[in-house]
């Protein structure tokens, strides 16, 4: 009787098992014979379940197919690194590519940027939004003052400004220092003075 119960056991662990078997390998994208790629897969199988699946060699994606489609689709976030000395192991990278397309953390250029407005004829202003500003102070040539001092006055500053009028002006940034600069208009004085400004800070 013992047998029965044991072999009966068995049997069952055995299309356990063989269903298992089967499950998994339903989830893997066998390769196709007779072709080579682009044609067709014929390296290791594709794992199209939830499991992770790491691969040591490179990868080319839709290759010979025509390049505006859309040849990767992540549903999910995305992490890439690389062996550069500003890989992106830090905050406000910008991934920056080179004449061939080939991509690398970058250092952001954009150090600070600003968006200020005056009242009529001069009076008091305000920032309506900015980065890295702490004040905009003197209406018809506003002074850009930084929150933290820059390393050195070897930046770009591009400014953009808008007369009462609502005519785009020419800004010009000057006197440069670490720790702040001033804009001019166009028109520099009276009640056509700068409006709008806007400005954005490159490091050089």
């Given at each position: 009787?013992?047998?029965?119960?044991?072999?009966?056991?068995?049997?069952?662990?055995?299309?356990?098992?063989?269903?298992?078997?089967?499950?998994?390998?339903a989830?893997?994208?066998a390769?196709?014979?007779?072709?080579?790629?682009?044609?067709?897969?014929?390296?290791?199988?594709?794992?199209?379940?939830?499991?992770?699946?790491?691969?040591?060699?490179?990868?080319?994606?839709?290759?010979?197919?025509?390049?505006?489609?859309?040849?990767?689709?992540?549903?999910?976030?995305?992490?890439?690194?690389?062996?550069?000395?500003?890989?992106?192991?830090?905050?406000?990278?910008?991934?920056?590519?080179?004449?061939?397309?080939?991509?690398?953390?970058?250092?952001?250029?954009?150090?600070?940027?600003?968006?200020?407005?005056?009242?009529?004829?001069?009076?008091?202003?305000?920032?309506?939004?900015?980065?890295?500003?702490?004040?905009?102070?003197?209406?018809?040539?506003?002074?850009?003052?930084?929150?933290?001092p820059?390393?050195?006055?070897?930046?770009?500053?591009?400014?953009?400004?808008?007369?009462?009028?609502?005519?785009?002006?020419?800004?010009?940034?000057?006197?440069?220092?670490?720790?702040?600069?001033?804009?001019?208009?166009?028109?520099?004085?009276?009640?056509d003075?700068?409006?709008?400004?806007?400005?954005?800070?490159?490091?050089n």
């Amino acid at each position: 009787m013992k047998k029965k119960i044991i072999s009966s056991s068995l049997v069952a662990v055995g299309f356990l098992l063989g269903a298992t078997a089967l499950s998994a390998l339903a989830d893997w994208t066998a390769p196709t014979a007779g072709c080579t790629p682009p044609t067709c897969n014929t390296d290791a199988p594709l794992n199209i379940s939830s499991s992770a699946q790491s691969k040591l060699g490179k990868l080319t994606i839709n290759a010979g197919s025509v390049l505006d489609e859309v040849g990767l689709t992540i549903l999910g976030k995305i992490k890439i690194g690389d062996s550069s000395a500003v890989a992106g192991t830090a905050n406000n990278k910008v991934l920056t590519s080179d004449a061939n397309g080939v991509g690398t953390w970058q250092n952001n250029p954009i150090k600070a940027w600003v968006s200020w407005s005056r009242s009529l004829n001069g009076g008091a202003g305000g920032i309506r939004s900015s980065s890295g500003i702490s004040s905009v102070t003197n209406a018809f040539s506003p002074v850009i003052t930084f929150t933290t001092p820059m390393a050195n006055a070897n930046y770009t500053a591009i400014c953009g400004s808008t007369a009462y009028e609502g005519a785009e002006e020419t800004a010009f940034a000057y006197g440069r220092t670490t720790t702040s600069f001033r804009v001019t208009s166009a028109i520099g004085s009276g009640s056509d003075a700068t409006n709008e400004l806007d400005c954005i800070i490159l490091s050089n």
